[in-house]
C-alpha cells in the first residue's frame, strides 16, 4: 500500500521544484543559513502539494486510465490502490504540506494554494483547450519561481529570471506535447488537445521558445542591475545556448518520447550542461 501511495506521488516529478531555488541562488543567498533552510523546507511543501495533484488526477482519471496501454498499470487504475485509501493520502499530504508552508511564509503559503488549485483547474478543463494548455504548464514554472522569491527576503533577484523562465518553461511545454504528438497511436490518444496540434506547428512554436529562451537570458547577463559590473555572466550563455540545442535536438532528430524531466534525468550531455551551467554560475557570483 505505502509503495502504491509512493508510486502515485510521482517523486520523480518533484525535479521540476527545482525552479524554487532560482531566487535563493540568483538572489546570492545560498551562504545564508536562514534563507537555505527556507527554501529546502519549501521546496518539500510544495512537491507534496504537487504531488496531491498527481493522487487526485489519478484519481479522476483511473476509468480512462484502465483503457490506455501503459497507464492502466498505474496503482490506482489497477487496483492495488484503492481510491478510499488514495483519498486519504490526499488529505494527509494537504494538512502536513499547508502548515509547514505557512510557518515558512503567508505569502508562500497563498502561492502554493494558489498553484494547487490552478493545477486542479488545468487538469478539469484547461488543459483541453488548444494552446492554452501549453501557456498554462509553462506558467506553472514561473509560479515555482515566485513561490522561491516568497520564500526569502530577496535584495537582488532580476525580474528578467521570471522572463527567461517563461519562454524556457513555453519551450518545455510545448515540447512535451510534440513527445506526446509523436508517440501517440489511436489506440493511446487520450489527450483531446493532441488532435488541435500538428508537428509542423509544435516545431515552430519549439523554434520560436528556444530563441526567445536564449535572447532573454543574455539580454538578463548584461542588463540585469545585480550582476558584476565585469559582465562575466555572459561567460554561462553558451552554457544555455548548447542546452536549448540539445534538448531541440533530442526531440526533433532522435524523436525522443518523454518529457522534459525524463529527458533531463536520462540524457547526461544534458545533465553534464546543466552541471556545469551551475557551476559557472555559483563561480561568478561567489568566486569572482
Known amino acids: 500500500m505505502l509503495r502504491a501511495i509512493l508510486k502515485t506521488m510521482r517523486p520523480k516529478q518533484w525535479a521540476k521544484n527545482v525552479f524554487l531555488l532560482a531566487a535563493v541562488v540568483f538572489d546570492r543567498k545560498l551562504t545564508n543559513p536562514e534563507a537555505m533552510l527556507h527554501t529546502v ?15 487526485v488526477n489519478d484519481i479522476a482519471d483511473r476509468e480512462a486510465d484502465r483503457q490506455h ?52 483547474a488545468y487538469s478539469k478543463w484547461l488543459k483541453h483547450i488548444v494552446l ?12 515555482r519561481v515566485a513561490a522561491g ?40 490518444n487520450s489527450r483531446r488537445v493532441l488532435e488541435g496540434y500538428t508537428i509542423n506547428f509544435l516545431d515552430q512554436l519549439i523554434a520560436l521558445a528556444a530563441g526567445t529562451t536564449i535572447i532573454t537570458y ?10 558584476p559590473e565585469n559582465h562575466l555572466m555572459m561567460l554561462t550563455i553558451p552554457f544555455i545556448m548548447y542546452g536549448v540545442l540539445r534538448y531541440q535536438y ?3 532528430v532522435k524523436d525522443t518520447g518523454a518529457a522534459p524531466e525524463e529527458l ?8 553534464l550542461d546543466i ?3 551551475g557551476l559557472a554560475v555559483l563561480a561568478v557570483f561567489y568566486i569572482s
Open 41 to 55: 523546507l519549501g521546496v518539500i511543501a510544495f512537491s507534496l502539494v504537487a504531488s496531491v495533484v498527481y493522487i
Open 69 to 120: 496501454p501503459t497507464k492502466r498499470n498505474r496503482p490506482i487504475a489497477s487496483g492495488r490502490l484503492p481510491t478510499p485509501a488514495a483519498w486519504a493520502a490526499a488529505i494527509l499530504l494537504v494538512l502536513a504540506a499547508f502548515p509547514l508552508a505557512y510557518s515558512l511564509s503567508p505569502d508562500f503559503a497563498a502561492i502554493t494554494f494558489f498553484y494547487l488549485f490552478f493545477n486542479l
Open 132 to 143: 492554452l494548455d501549453i501557456l498554462v504548464l509553462a506558467s506553472f514554472y514561473v509560479i
Open 149 to 188: 522569491v516568497a520564500l526569502i527576503d530577496v535584495v537582488r533577484f532580476s525580474p528578467w529570471i521570471y522572463i527567461f523562465t517563461s519562454f524556457l518553461a513555453l519551450l518545455m511545454g510545448t515540447g512535451k506535447r510534440r513527445a506526446e504528438l509523436a508517440q501517440i497511436s489511436e489506440s493511446a
Open 218 to 227: 543574455s539580454l538578463y547577463t548584461f542588463s540585469a542591475p545585480n550582476l
Open 250 to 252: 533530442l526531440l526533433q
Open 264 to 271: 533531463v534525468l536520462a540524457d547526461r550531455p544534458l545533465q
Open 275 to 277: 552541471a556545469l551551467f
